[in-house]
């Protein structure tokens, strides 16, 4: 048995055999806690709720725990489920990060005033680290309002916030192609994705932008570029599949 897991389950085995102290459950907890996150990345879904809801046994109610919980249900297209344990968290003392996440599920609900509403929470908070996605957060929430001007300005607040994230740019050009600039949008996005070039995922994201703005040939220009320099046979084989998926629409 790996070490790493040995641990664990003698861990786990005293915890059931008798009472802990607080201190001991919420050392477990935070165990528990932390391999459900670590799992909920890498797209585990059954291991995360399993470390996810052992954690919030050991210790209810903990607010970080609701939120991950929240983001796992959300993971598994369970909305409702979702928005329960993003209140639940909000309301056990969560802070500006389940603010944000909650603004990211509001969005894809289309609930574009009450995503406004989290993700100003969010970026009310100085302490918080990662301002940029509440920014991207209001910025997706005021595009879905059509206040265009303002979504422009928070993308490119975030944009300041975190430089070397593609994303507000992406979310730029879809502002730009919105209010008419869209050659200007093209442009942006192309240049996006050649910077971050050979990263599959900015240049999966820039390529759907494209298509959706029905700018095949800058799609087809950009993988064929990522395809020159990809930096394995995998990444290379999946951009040769989707060249010619942009190939076929709409033909």
Not at 62 to 67: E, K
Not at 129 to 150: I, M, S, T, V
Request: hydrophobic share 45%.
């Amino acid at each position: 048995m790996n070490m790493r897991w040995a641990g664990f389950a003698l861990l786990l085995a005293a915890c059931v055999s008798a009472p802990q102290p607080h201190a001991d459950r919420h050392r477990l907890a935070t165990i528990h806690y932390q391999l459900g996150v670590d799992a909920l990345q890498k797209g585990i879904l059954p291991r995360a709720f399993a470390e996810l809801m052992e954690a919030n046994k050991l210790e209810p109610n903990r607010p970080d725990v609701l939120d991950a919980l929240a983001l796992a249900w959300w993971a598994r297209g369970d909305f409702q489920k979702a928005e329960f344990y993003f209140k639940k968290a909000l309301r056990h003392g969560a802070g500006a990060a389940a603010h944000t996440n909650y603004a990211g599920l509001l969005n894809r609900l289309g609930r574009y005033a009450e995503a406004e509403r989290e993700a100003r929470r969010a970026i009310a908070d100085p302490r918080y680290p990662n301002q940029h996605l509440a920014l991207l957060n209001l910025g997706d929430a005021l595009f879905g309002q059509k206040r265009y001007e303002e979504a422009l300005a928070a993308y490119r607040e975030a944009a300041s916030f975190a430089p070397g994230d593609p994303r507000p740019k992406i979310r730029e050009a879809r502002v730009l192609a919105a209010t008419g600039k869209r050659h200007f949008a093209r442009a942006m996005l192309l240049a996006t994705g050649r910077r971050f070039l050979p990263r599959r995922d900015v240049v999966e994201m820039v390529v759907d932008a494209l298509v959706q703005m029905r700018a095949k040939e800058e799609a087809k220009e950009l993988l064929g570029e990522f395809i020159d320099r990809a930096q394995s046979d995998e990444d290379r084989a999946w951009a040769k599949d989707k060249l010619l998926e942009v190939m076929e629409q709409n033909r």
